[in-house]
């Protein structure tokens, strides 16, 4: 006959802590029967609970990690009210915890909105949670790093208001990107055409792949609008010969390429400047045009402004490629309910509040409407969404390897927001909610005339 122990392990069995036992404390039953009711008997699982007294539920199967209630507080504060941000906020300060699988546990919110689809059911998960203690940290989301008062700064996407969601998310420092990015700093989705290339190769990949869909020659004159720390503006100066120019809102990432520039002896090649997009010249002064990241903080209104901004600055007959993240949820069928619950969850308010506040994601039709509004023709256009994934799942091993000196850095909620926010962006590409996509794009001279050629097959004769 198996012992106790023996039992806690076996599949589905709830383990029982070593002090005398509280399974019968009325708390602990009411969390049981809360987490039940989000995500499942524990037969149905593919992670541990572990309660704060000690008590664990296994799995039938090898967990990929493990839910940690740390409190009997912690589910009334992620219920209460019902919305991403509730879920999310748990974990960034500590009510509960992530051990193992973090893009595993991402999951846990599609599941407990598919268990609690009926107004019956949220009322009777608030009763229960509206029963648990309050606990003594109701307010401790005031601690964290919050982008708040932006509306000082005037609407969304106004030239002072973004220079400032710049500062928001760069202010971290260059040391702290620099512990899970590449080693040129590059920060965007990375190319592995065989899925396990290295972080460095993949980036160095990517840079090369747009650099190519350019057809950058010497001497032409290349303008990269949210250069970053600079990487891509130095590569094809570097391997394609071009005058390259980078601009960008953040003072950080500025100083950085600037440095990077002078110590490989490219200052007569490559110009960064502290820039906004709307402030580029009109005088069709680049032959090629790239944007890689950026089209995502640019905000729907605001699409047609940026288009113009880029024809205007490019000549006749040039290439614009502009690489940005899109959603794919965005362009399909809803309902009024699903705008209803859209409203009530809340989804997006943690982005928005912790990592990139007034970004701002849309179907690739809206963006391809826009740029040809504005008088660019479509050449060519990939979807790198697996490629993205695979990019994204680097970077959160690099941080979780480095989580003590982040932590150290930049503080543990911080830490824990960029832990999760990378995690859950890994789970939007791979579900397909989110893709991202390099458009080509021309600006036809007089005669109908571009630089692009016929067909693709220069793209591929060296990998």
């Not at 987490?35 to 008590?55: C, H, I, K, Q, S």
């Not at 110590?263 to 005088?283: A, C, N, Q």
């Amino acid at each position: 006959m198996p012992t106790l122990h023996d039992l806690s392990h076996e599949p589905g069995h709830t383990s029982l802590p070593v002090e005398p036992p509280r399974w019968a404390d009325g708390a602990l039953k009411t969390a049981q029967r809360i987490v039940e009711a989000l995500f499942g008997p524990p037969l149905t699982r593919d992670f541990t609970v572990r309660y704060w007294n000690g008590m664990v539920e296994w799995p039938a199967h090898e967990a990929r990690f493990t839910l940690d209630i740390r409190t009997p507080a912690a589910l009334r504060r992620m219920l209460l009210p019902p919305s991403e941000l509730s879920f999310v906020e748990a974990y960034l300060y500590g009510d509960i915890d992530i051990d193992g699988d973090i893009e595993g546990a991402v999951a846990l919110g599609d599941l407990a909105a598919s268990r609690i689809g009926s107004a019956a059911k949220v009322v009777a998960l608030s009763r229960d949670a509206m029963s648990l203690p309050r606990g003594d940290g109701d307010a401790h989301a005031e601690h964290g790093r919050v982008a708040r008062g932006l509306l000082r700064f005037g609407r969304a996407h106004s030239q002072r208001r973004d220079a400032q969601a710049v500062r928001f998310h760069y202010d971290l420092g260059n040391d702290f990107y620099a512990m899970w990015l590449d080693r040129q700093m590059v920060y965007s989705c990375g190319y592995f055409p065989q899925g396990n290339e290295s972080l460095d190769d993949g980036q160095s990949g990517k840079l090369d792949l747009i650099c190519r869909k350019l057809r950058l020659s010497a001497g032409e004159r290349m303008l990269d609008i949210g250069c970053g720390w600079g990487a891509l503006a130095i590569h094809a100066a570097t391997r394609y010969d071009v005058h390259a120019t980078g601009i960008t809102l953040s003072e950080r990432q500025a100083a950085y390429a600037r440095e990077r520039v002078a110590r490989e002896g490219l200052s007569d090649r490559v110009t960064i400047e502290l820039r906004d997009y709307r402030d580029l010249p009109r005088t069709g002064s680049y032959d090629k045009i790239s944007s890689v990241g950026m089209i995502e903080h640019v905000g729907e209104g605001r699409l047609d402004e940026y288009f113009d901004a880029a024809f205007h600055a490019l000549r006749p007959g040039g290439l614009f490629l502009n690489h940005g993240i899109v959603s794919v949820e965005a362009a399909r069928p809803s309902s009024k309910m699903d705008a209803v619950w859209a409203r009530l969850w809340k989804r997006g308010a943690f982005i928005d509040r912790y990592v990139f506040p007034d970004g701002e994601l849309v179907p690739i039709a809206t963006v391809i409407a826009a740029a040809e509004r504005n008088g660019f023709e479509l050449r060519d256009a990939e979807n790198l969404r697996e490629h993205y994934v695979t990019t994204l799942r680097h970077w959160v091993d690099r941080l979780e390897h480095h989580d003590a000196e982040a932590r150290a850095l930049v503080g543990e909620v911080t830490y824990r927001v960029w832990r999760l926010y990378m995690a859950a962006s890994a789970y939007a590409f791979d579900t397909g909610r989110i893709g991202i996509v390099q458009s080509l794009l021309a600006k036809v001279d007089e005669h109908g005339n571009t630089s692009a050629p016929r067909s693709r097959a220069d793209l591929y004769l060296n990998g």
